[in-house]
């Protein structure tokens, strides 16, 4: 081989060279780069992040706690007529809404259908009545007997035999004549019950009032037996003295005491508050689904409505704000600064120094009875220099916005009142915050 067709190798080894050495300062920038992408990575990391809070300053204010129910307007006096016999109605003189009177009649029923036992009852009466005359003559006829028989069986001119008939005749008569008076008794009773019953075909008013509901016309047909509660022909109220019936859950009605003074807002007066009392508590609870998941227990609470100028009518929808209780000047937060919180670190350590020397499945045991009594406290978080404080404490009485808080605050201190997820899940005790409490007025502003 020649020399000239030697030449071109070391050019071509150079080439390969310099292409190594690119590639290796590549690889080396790459790692460069992914190193310092970790770095700030981790760098940020340990960047404590700020928690953004709404603060307000603990003050003293005065709180009412109030029990809210709803329910519908009532009477507090109102009777229901109803039927007691059976019949067509022939006489109904009032409509709905018309004002009655004590004594006013209200309904007369057809009482035809009694006549024919009435009747009936008279002349079996006076046929017992006459069967017991016919008897009072036959009785003297067989005592003048008896006492003629007397006599001759005192002469020796009658036998005891036939004396023994005559005082037979007697005693047979007698008891026949008990026996019509007994008739002529259960005749009148059947006669009083039949006399009864048509006097009930005729209803007149208990009590004065409004007739508030009317369920029959004139010419219908109602159903009723003395025994049992008939057709419910009208409804009368004293819508003089109005009341609010409403429901309260078990939870609530302790709190609840006669003489309560409670706010009313009935539906059909939007702009207008009743002011009422509580003058009945019921004693026996309400139950809705009963047996199932969603069993609900109520008690029915009245109110007596001391507003009578307005025309309030019964079945009116309303709802109530019972005040429980009055509390003036005292330490108060806002209703959503005070959380809960797990704290059972002494009790766990306590439960660790006392299952030193105790078998495995016994510790089990005491652990389980332990955090069976480790209930969540209740905290709020206080703002100092720009790091939130774990305070516990204890509450009072609430109303729509602010809580007692009876132990563990001051006045003027800064308290966390937002937002509700950093209170409920952000904060911690030492946790750095940002307050910033214009937000919420921004956040209204953009709202109007």
Avoid: H
């Avoid at 000239?4 to 290796?24: F, G, H, I, M």
């Avoid at 305070?391 to 800064?414: A, F, H, M, N, R």
């Amino acid at each position: 081989m020649s020399e000239e067709q030697a030449l071109p190798k070391p050019v071509v080894s150079n080439n390969k060279k310099k292409k190594a050495r690119k590639k290796k300062i590549l690889w080396i920038i790459i790692i460069a780069v992914v190193l310092l992408i970790v770095i700030s990575v981790v760098v940020s990391s340990k960047k404590e992040k700020l928690i953004e809070v709404q603060t307000e300053k603990i003050g003293r204010r005065n709180i009412t706690q109030v029990v809210t129910a709803t329910g519908k307007i009532q009477s507090e006096t109102k009777v229901n007529i109803s039927a007691e016999v059976s019949g067509e109605i022939v006489e109904l003189p009032f409509k709905e809404g018309d004002e009655v009177k004590k004594g006013d009649l209200l309904v007369k029923i057809k009482p035809d259908a009694y006549y024919p036992q009435l009747k009936q009852n008279y002349a079996a009466i006076k046929v017992q009545e006459s069967n017991i005359k016919t008897q009072e003559v036959n009785l003297r006829k067989f005592q003048l007997e008896l006492n003629r028989i007397k006599e001759l069986y005192n002469k020796g001119l009658a036998s005891s035999s036939d004396l023994e008939t005559a005082q037979a005749n007697v005693d047979g008569t007698l008891a026949q004549m008990n026996t019509i008076r007994a008739q002529i008794n259960q005749q009148k009773a059947s006669l009083s019950s039949v006399e009864y019953d048509i006097s009930k075909t005729t209803i007149y008013a208990p009590m004065s009032g409004t007739v508030t509901q009317l369920n029959n016309e004139k010419g219908e047909k109602v159903l009723g037996t003395s025994f049992n509660l008939g057709s419910q022909i009208m409804t009368i109220s004293d819508l003089s003295k109005m009341e609010a019936q409403v429901e309260v859950g078990e939870t609530d009605v302790t709190l609840i005491n006669i003489g309560d003074t409670a706010r009313i807002q009935v539906d059909a007066f939007p702009n207008r508050v009743f002011k009422g009392v509580v003058y009945e508590i019921a004693n026996t609870a309400k139950s809705k689904s009963a047996g199932t998941q969603e069993e609900v227990v109520n008690f029915i609470v009245k109110i007596r409505i001391q507003n009578e100028e307005f025309e309030l009518r019964p079945g009116m929808s309303c709802s109530v704000d019972i005040e429980v209780e009055k509390k003036d000047n005292v330490l108060a937060v806002p209703i959503q600064c005070v959380t809960t919180r797990d704290d059972d670190s002494t009790s766990m350590k306590k439960l660790e120094q006392e299952n030193k020397d105790t078998p495995e499945n016994l510790s089990n045991t005491k652990e389980n009875k332990v955090l069976k009594k480790i209930k969540p406290k209740e905290v709020v978080f206080i703002v100092e220099n720009g790091v939130t404080k774990k305070k516990e404490v204890k509450t009072g009485i609430s109303d729509d916005t602010y809580i007692e808080i009876t132990e563990g605050l001051t006045e003027d201190l800064e308290v966390v009142k937002g937002s509700f997820k950093a209170i409920n899940k952000e904060l911690e005790d030492n946790s750095k915050v940002k307050v910033d409490n214009e937000k919420k007025k921004r956040t209204s502003k953009d709202k109007e």
